[in-house]
């Protein structure tokens, strides 16, 4: 690609003048963020401060609610996104997304982890095997799993589930990995395995996560951002925020005075 | 005062709570009441008896067999269990043919005599005859108390309640017509119904919905005798003109009109079962890449199984109990159908047709009683599958 | 990981066949549309011209082939109102107490099992039940006592159900709220409650006199005359209905070419009634949901 040479870095993320509307309520004020390549964000705020709502833009998750509005322009590896002759099925596959509450679908571990190869067209059954394999080894749950890949993905563990959903979005080799709260529903230990595995998928994604667990944003972000009521207070280095944030508000909110 | 109050308004709301239960219960006694003399029933017209030989082995003759004989479909005792010998079917009228008026007396008061007379000689006679011409000393074997056999209703090919001298109770053509027309039904309404269930649940705009519900509304609101109106003048000169047939009333007009009629049903529990699928679930199929129609048909739609399988199921038991509609356009020829392109007759439309003509008590009207009870049967175990069907979680 | 390989060809392929599956169902969904425009359509059309103040106001002549449907309308209003006089206060009542009194325990749980069965039974079992029980063995006869009965068990889950869902509904913290004040269980539901659930209740009540109005088969037996122009005097009478009579003159009336007109008639009045109550029932919800909405 010619035109990555002109660019001093390659910004993975690159979003300018966001604001976002649903119907009469103003969500996001324009918000500016670049995040490079292989970088970990979080986007940390009080409840209702927009921060779900913005990496829901990302993937253009909020296209599916009525009567919303966007302006201004988010970029991923140099291609806007809301740009009329981009579909959105195969943004989604360069975009990957972890929910809040694991969301397996009513089927095998196999079939939910090669669920995303099969809807991309692919048919080769050697490749489907490796590539879930290896997904689930990516995301740390092929111990765990390994010989009962047939069985109903809703008998394994709240925490499991999580990884197995974190597998699934791996499988199509996204370049950015979306994880709204994804260790919000789970308890300690699966929480800690979580984040060991957000350390080690570094190396090959740039993620973005939303946290309401301040401890969380700062052992797995390289940078974090800080939401409060629709707009961005402030977004700098992770150590910066939390050793020296410049705003008052910021500081508030991560000493635990308010949220 | 007070408290008392509040007890006795409890108690009077569980009486009125209970009284569908109560209404169950009374419909299964009155209905088995009314049905349970069948069996009782005997298996020729009342006041009248058969008469054989009384070398002849044969001792009883289901009531099918009494039809075959005189309708020459049998004409051989061996074909009923008895020796080679050519049956010989005597009716009053036929008397003459053996005897002269003279011989039979002017007020046929010789009858009784002649008739004893005649069965005695002739060893394959089966003789037809009203009660009061039967001597007390009659020379032969008398099938008066025979009763109509289990297998004569439930096995009996044939719905020929006016048939003499034995009426045909048999319950397979109204079964097979009724299960016939409400499967060419469902196969029609089900694909349309599923379809328009999806559209409205996941496709359409909440304008587009607002707009359709109302006209399934009122789709599900038309009366049947409206519906069977429509088709009668409508459906079945169109069926006759386009399949080239010598009546358009037929079970395909039936199966036409009910497929209208169960759509509402299909399409209204259908589109709940498809709602009831957890966001989450659509959402982490569309962030793989998914388009919406994949999601819908490898997510929504399998999730949504138990509760299509019961709008499928609630349809076919709107369909099998439908009765005007389907008495108006089916043509009611008690046949065992072949092809939807016959007319066909089924069980609610016969005893919508035949109660009105059965005298209370008889035969015919136990009959239609029995049908009733095998309807409400079928309609039983269709809302028991559909409670169980709707209550399994979702398991694998 | 190595990106999957991807083509376009794929991405399309997807999109195409969502487009082809899209507009299928599209189509359906508006051939239903189509499908109540053709009979709406062709019973106004044909109908239109039997509607005088004739038809409405006279009994039936000269073999049913002239005159009009007067004792059927009033036979209808008769069987509406003697129902309904049976089936609401024992439907709401029967409601209030599923969902207020047995909130989900067993008998909660059988009497809504057995309502859902009684609503699946065909409605000419009800005609059979109805002519064993209210006809011969209470020897009310055919009349309107005995098919008001019948229709009113016939419409009873409808009623009971909409009563339930309205109160179900109705959320918690308001009976809470009311219990709270020292008010007795009967006096949240009399004075909270039950005022609150009104405005969808009466919908469904609307909505079963819709179905009532329609019904053949129950009243085959337990009180429709064939033709009687006398209208009735008390409620042991027999009445003409619109329904049956609908029914009679389509398929075995003296002469059914003759009375086609008189048919067409009919079933326009017939498709008028459930069009006034449905608009209705679709009106009274969207005022009252404003209403709570503005309030």
Same mark, same amino acid.
């Given at each position: ?60 998750? +909020? ?197 | ?15 009125? /709570? ?17 049905? $349970?003399?069948?069996? +009782? ?5 009342? /006041? ?144 349309? !119904? ?167 008590? /008889? ?27 709707? $209550? ?5 | ?73 009033? /036979? ?82 409808? *009623? ?104 067409? !008639? ?10 006034? *109550? ?18």
């Amino acid at each position: 690609m010619t035109s990555d040479i002109r660019h001093k870095k390659m910004l993975t993320i690159d979003a300018k003048n966001v604001d976002f509307y649903y119907s009469e309520f103003h969500a996001l004020k324009n918000i500016n963020i670049e995040v490079e390549k292989n970088k970990v964000v979080a986007l940390i705020g009080p409840s209702g401060c927009g921060k779900s709502t913005f990496l829901r833009l990302l993937n253009r998750m +909020n296209d599916l609610i009525d009567g919303t509005r966007m302006t201004g322009s988010v970029l991923i590896e140099g291609k806007d996104i809301y740009a009329p002759n981009i579909h959105v099925d195969e943004l989604r596959k360069e975009v990957g997304m972890v929910f809040q509450k694991p969301n397996p679908f009513p089927k095998s571990i196999f079939e939910n982890v090669a669920y995303g190869l099969r809807v991309n067209g692919i048919k080769d059954k050697t490749f489907i095997e490796e590539r879930v394999i290896e997904s689930i080894k990516s995301a740390a749950l092929w111990n765990e799993v390994k010989d009962k890949l047939n069985k109903s993905a809703f008998a394994l563990s709240g925490g499991q589930q999580q990884r197995l959903c974190i597998a699934r979005a791996l499988a199509i080799s996204p370049k950015v990995l979306l994880m709204d709260e994804p260790a919000s529903a789970l308890d300690p230990i699966s929480t800690s395995k979580i984040e060991e595995l957000i350390y080690e998928l570094k190396k090959d994604y740039t993620i973005m996560i939303v946290t309401h667990n301040m401890q969380q944003a700062s052992r797995v972000s390289d940078k974090t951002a800080y939401f409060y009521l629709g707009e961005m207070i402030e977004y700098d280095d992770t150590i910066k925020i939390f050793t020296n944030p410049t705003e008052l508000s910021t500081q508030n909110y991560i000493t635990g005075r308010f949220g | 005062m007070k408290r008392f109050f509040e007890k006795l308004v409890e108690g009077a709301l569980l009486i009125s /709570g209970s009284i569908t239960s109560i209404t169950i219960l009374l419909i299964v006694i009155f209905l088995f009441k009314e049905a $349970s003399g069948l069996f +009782n029933s005997p298996v020729i017209e009342d /006041g009248y008896v058969l008469a054989f030989n009384k070398d002849n082995p044969v001792k009883k003759l289901s009531s099918y067999q009494i039809k075959q004989i005189f309708d020459g479909a049998i004409t051989n005792w061996d074909e009923v269990g008895g020796k080679e010998e050519p049956i010989e079917v005597v009716r009053l009228s036929d008397l003459t043919k053996y005897y002269t008026e003279a011989e039979l007396g002017a007020n046929f008061e010789n009858i009784p005599a002649k008739a004893s007379e005649l069965t005695a000689k002739h060893p394959g006679i089966i003789l037809f005859l009203p009660n009061s011409y039967i001597a007390k000393n009659f020379d032969g074997t008398l099938l008066k108390h025979e009763t109509l056999r289990p297998g004569d209703f439930f096995g009996g090919k044939e719905w020929y309640p006016t048939a003499s001298p034995s009426p045909q109770y048999g319950l397979l053509p109204l079964l097979l017509g009724t299960l016939w027309v409400s499967l060419g039904a469902i196969l029609l309404s089900l694909p349309f !119904g599923i379809a328009v269930a999806v559209y409205l649940a996941e496709i359409s705009t909440m304008r587009v919905r607002n707009f359709l519900k109302p006209v399934i509304e009122l789709l599900a609101g038309i009366p049947s005798v409206v519906y069977g109106f429509f088709g009668l003048v409508v459906i079945v000169p169109f069926l006759q003109k386009t399949f080239q047939l010598p009546v358009g009333e037929t079970g395909l007009a039936g199966s036409i009109v009910l497929a209208i009629m169960a759509l509402p049903t299909i399409i209204t529990v259908a589109e709940d079962a498809m709602r009831n699928v957890p966001r989450a679930m659509k959402e982490a199929s569309l962030a793989l890449g998914a388009t919406q129609w994949q999601t819908i048909y490898r997510v929504v739609i399998p999730y949504a199984k138990s509760g299509i399988t019961s709008a499928a199921v609630l349809g076919i038991g709107r369909a099998i109990g439908e009765t005007m509609a389907v008495l108006m356009v089916t043509g009611n020829a008690a046949v065992i159908p072949h092809t939807l392109l016959e007319p066909v007759r089924t069980i609610p439309a016969t005893i919508a047709a035949e109660l009105g003509e059965a005298s209370a008590g /008889g035969g015919h009207y136990q009959a239609l009683f029995a049908l009733g009870c095998i309807l409400f049967i079928i309609t039983m175990i269709i809302s028991i599958s559909v409670e169980f069907i709707s $209550s399994k979680k979702y398991s694998k | 990981m190595t990106p999957i390989i991807n083509t376009g060809n794929i991405d399309r392929k997807k999109r195409i066949s969502q487009g082809v599956a899209f507009t299928i169902f599209k189509l359906m969904s508006y051939s239903v549309v189509a499908m109540l425009i053709l009979i709406l359509g062709f019973i106004v059309s044909k109908g239109i011209g039997a509607i005088s103040w004739d038809f409405l106001t006279k009994a039936p002549e000269e073999g049913m082939t002239k005159g009009g449907i007067f004792p059927a309308i009033v /036979g209808t209003l008769c069987l509406v109102a003697g129902s309904s006089l049976f089936s609401f206060p024992i439907g709401i009542m029967s409601g209030i107490y599923m969902n207020e009194y047995a909130t989900g325990n067993k008998v909660a749980t059988f009497i809504r099992i057995m309502t859902n069965n009684l609503s699946g039974v065909p409605s000419v079992v009800f005609g059979l039940f109805g002519m064993s029980l209210f006809v011969n063995t209470m020897k009310f006869g055919d009349s309107i006592l005995a098919g008001s009965l019948t229709l009113g068990l016939l419409s009873l889950p409808l *009623v009971i159900r909409t009563t339930e869902e309205s109160l179900k509904a109705i959320d918690n913290s308001y009976r809470e709220g009311s219990l709270a004040l020292g008010a007795t269980k009967l006096q949240t539901i009399q004075k909270v409650v039950l005022p609150m659930a009104f405005p969808n209740i009466i919908t469904g009540l609307i909505l079963s006199i819709g179905r009532v109005s329609g019904e053949t088969a129950p009243i085959l037996f337990t009180v429709a005359a064939y033709f009687l122009p006398k209208l009735p005097t008390s409620i042991f009478d027999q009445v003409m209905a619109l329904p049956y009579h609908l029914y009679v003159i389509s398929t075995s009336g003296t002469d059914i070419e003759a009375s086609r007109g008189i048919a067409y !008639g009919t079933a326009l009045v017939l498709i008028v009634i459930v069009l006034i *109550v449905n608009l209705l029932a679709n009106f009274l919800r969207n005022y009252f949901s404003k209403k709570v909405k503005t309030n």
